[in-house]
């Protein structure tokens, strides 16, 4: 009877065995732990707004939250504004500023400050024959006329040239609307952000991690698309990455801004890694076969990316020579929504995209932790989704 018993548990052990290779061995899957009441994914298609529709991703998402209906807010209400002001800095600073359609988190919440907020319906910005955004002969084109401005070809500037940047605007993405109806209400900007969505500009805050400046405290950050010189709050990697985690617990979308050029950013097959490039082995293969591997081989089994692999510890320091070294740079903005897991229980945070649906997850994918530890240039969250000591540290009420 004893030896029947060690023969089943050894079956049993076999068995179990296999399972496990089987499971480690299949491609990516992910099981969702926790997703964020958030609006539907939407399409910043040839322009480069990421930032815009990200950040209004985010202030949809807190609409909802706030118990208000779900609403599509207009991101071309809030290029517009950020073109035009964007110009007169440029030409004030002489040319000194980046300058085209690039942007950041702080942006929509300066125009939500400033001016308020317009749904999709009241203002759809595409005032030429097209069904998507493409703005590639307008970004041309303002950046000609702003240089053309700054070289002072009269020597002296006219006091019009504005309404010339607001005229190529109007052009291109039409006149904004002073007022609009809603549920059979006139709005304006204004009202609409203030009184329909109670939405206020100061709940929000963008945090990051680096270490060339003193930590809980907000710096400029040094990345070109920061063209307004927006403040964020400096943590420590690791109180970075739990702001982001108590966020999702407590019901809070987190915007996030992220460098997407890495090879380990796979977004057609859905999912971003950070592989470990000097790991001693591979999983599913023989240590000894892994060794005798050349190095081509092993990163081509590596990047074949057809099941999950072993991702790299992310530290300060690493996170650090990467940006400074311009390996990480501010791509992207996108919106986190939750988390989750693979089937080997590593985890993820479910990312929702503004590059339509035409893709594996309908326009959503899983960024593992390592990947948001290593190249987020910044997040935008709401402050009452830190945690009573966080702001404290942070000085802020």
């Known amino acids: 009877m004893r030896k029947i018993l060690l023969f089943s548990s050894l079956i049993l052990m076999v068995a179990s065995t296999k399972a496990q290779d089987k499971i480690e061995n299949q491609a990516y899957t992910f099981t969702n732990l926790k997703e964020i009441p958030h609006t539907s994914v939407k399409n910043q298609y040839r322009s480069g707004t990421c930032w815009s529709f990200s950040g209004l991703a985010f202030l949809e998402a807190e609409a909802i939250r706030k118990g208000k209906p779900a609403v599509d807010l207009s991101e071309m209400f809030a290029v517009w504004n950020t073109y035009y002001n964007k110009s007169l800095k440029y030409v004030r600073m002489h040319g000194t500023i980046n300058y085209g359609g690039g942007g950041a988190f702080n942006d929509v919440t300066d125009i939500l400050r400033t001016y308020g907020l317009v749904p999709e319906e009241a203002y ?68 609409y952000a203030d009184n329909y969505l109670g939405i206020n500009a100061d709940d929000y805050i963008m945090i990051t991690s680096f270490s060339h400046h003193p930590y809980y405290k907000p710096f400029i950050l040094e990345v070109q698309d920061n063209w307004a010189y927006g403040e964020v709050y400096n943590l420590p990697l690791s109180e970075m990455m739990s702001s982001i985690d108590n966020a999702l617990d407590k019901g809070y979308t987190v915007a996030w801004a992220a460098d997407v050029s890495e090879k380990g950013f796979q977004w057609s097959k859905g999912f971003a890694v950070v592989p470990d490039e000097d790991a001693k082995e591979m999983a599913g293969l023989e240590q000894a076969k892994w060794e005798e591997m050349s190095k081509k081989d092993k990163m081509n089994e590596i990047y074949k990316f057809d099941k999950p692999i072993k991702e790299k510890i992310i530290t300060q320091e690493l996170r650090q020579k990467e940006f400074d070294n311009y390996e990480t740079t501010d791509d992207h903005g996108m919106l986190i929504v939750g988390n989750a897991k693979d089937q080997l229980g590593n985890e993820y945070y479910i990312i929702k995209n503004s590059w339509g649906v035409d893709q594996k997850y309908k326009g959503y994918f899983y960024a593992s932790k390592s990947f948001v530890a290593l190249k987020t240039t910044s997040l935008m969250v709401n402050k009452d989704s830190l945690t009573k000591d966080m702001l404290k540290k942070l000085n802020i009420k």
């Not at 006149?175 to 109806?181: A, L, T």
């Open 124 to 191: 759809k910005g595409i005032n030429y024959q097209e069904e998507n955004h493409i703005h590639g002969e307008m970004d041309a084109l303002l950046d000609a006329m702003v240089k053309s401005i700054v070289s002072n070809p009269n020597r002296q500037l006219t006091t019009v040239w504005p309404q010339a940047i607001a005229g190529a605007l109007n052009a291109y993405l039409g006149s904004i609307p002073e007022k609009f109806s809603v549920d059979g209400k006139e709005y304006t900007p204004r009202q």
